[in-house]
T-cell receptor, first 115, second 115 residues
Framework: EADIYQTPRYLVIGTGKKITLECSQT?????MYWYQQDPGMELHLIHY???????EKGDLSSESTVSRIRTEHFPLTLESARPSHTSQYLC??????????????FGQGTRLTVV | AQKVTQAQTEISVVEKEDVTLDCVYE???????LFWYKQPPSGELVFLIR??????QNEISGRYSWNFQKSTSSFNFTITASQVVDSAVYFC????????????FGKGTKLTVNP
């Protein structure tokens, strides 16, 4: 069973608020990712990290930012939330590859609603 | 550019029926990896299978089976004797060599198995 945790599971906030979505994993994985899943169910990569102090933007442009100060922790921040940010955010991690893709373990997601 | 197409948005079957979920992919790479994930109502993504582009062997795991055909760029998923617990959204995903951070997902197929 995957040991990757996201908090909160559900969040309803007002426009303009700053929020941080937490993601932690206890598997010692170097690679971590954030995916955004819109109401139409499609998932898009918005951020990823290869390790501490490494962050990259994904395929889908996002106004959110991430940080990776510790291996196990990969929080996502929205400085000023808007209704267009309403979505589910899924965090994932995977082991370092050795030329082979490895399985990505996903958290349960944070369902964010901005009103 | 990579693309994954799951043409079936929703499928509804009666318990014990067999059901096949279609997945068609596009990539210019010769080395790539294909995945299937299950997303139950609880929200997390559950890994089901990974296949690399050099291995076209079909795979069977209990009631699940996968048919990979490079000639048609398809990676279809069949559930035999479906059960109510199989109800979920199923995602097909693709990544090129270099790690699962580049997972490109299809839009998902929502499967409902009725008793």
């Amino acid at each position: 069973e995957a040991d990757i945790y996201q908090t909160p599971r559900y969040l309803v906030i007002g426009t303009g608020k700053k929020i941080t979505l937490e993601c932690s994993q206890t598997m010692g994985h170097d690679k971590m990712y954030w995916y955004q899943q819109d109401p139409g169910m499609e998932l898009h990569l918005i951020h990823y990290s290869y390790g501490v102090n490494s962050t990259e933007k994904g395929d889908l442009s996002s106004e959110s930012t991430v940080s990776r100060i510790r291996t196990e922790h990969f929080p996502l921040t929205l400085e000023s939330a808007r209704p267009s940010h309403t979505s589910q955010y899924l965090c994932a991690s995977s082991e370092p590859g050795t030329g082979m893709n490895t399985e990505a373990f996903f958290g349960q997601g944070t369902r964010l609603t901005v009103v | 550019a990579q693309k994954v197409t799951q043409a079936q948005t929703e499928i509804s079957v009666v318990e014990k029926e067999d059901v096949t979920l279609d997945c068609v992919y596009e990539t210019r790479d010769t080395t790539y990896y294909l995945f299937w994930y299950k997303q139950p109502p609880s929200g997390e993504l559950v890994f089901l299978i990974r296949r690399n582009s050099f291995d076209e062997q079909n795979e069977i795991s209990g009631r699940y089976s996968w048919n990979f055909q490079k000639s048609t760029s398809s990676f279809n998923f069949t559930i035999t004797a479906s059960q109510v617990v199989d109800s979920a959204v199923y995602f097909c995903a693709l990544s090129e060599r270099g790690g699962s951070e580049k997972l490109v997902f299809g839009k998902g197929t929502k499967l409902t198995v009725n008793p």
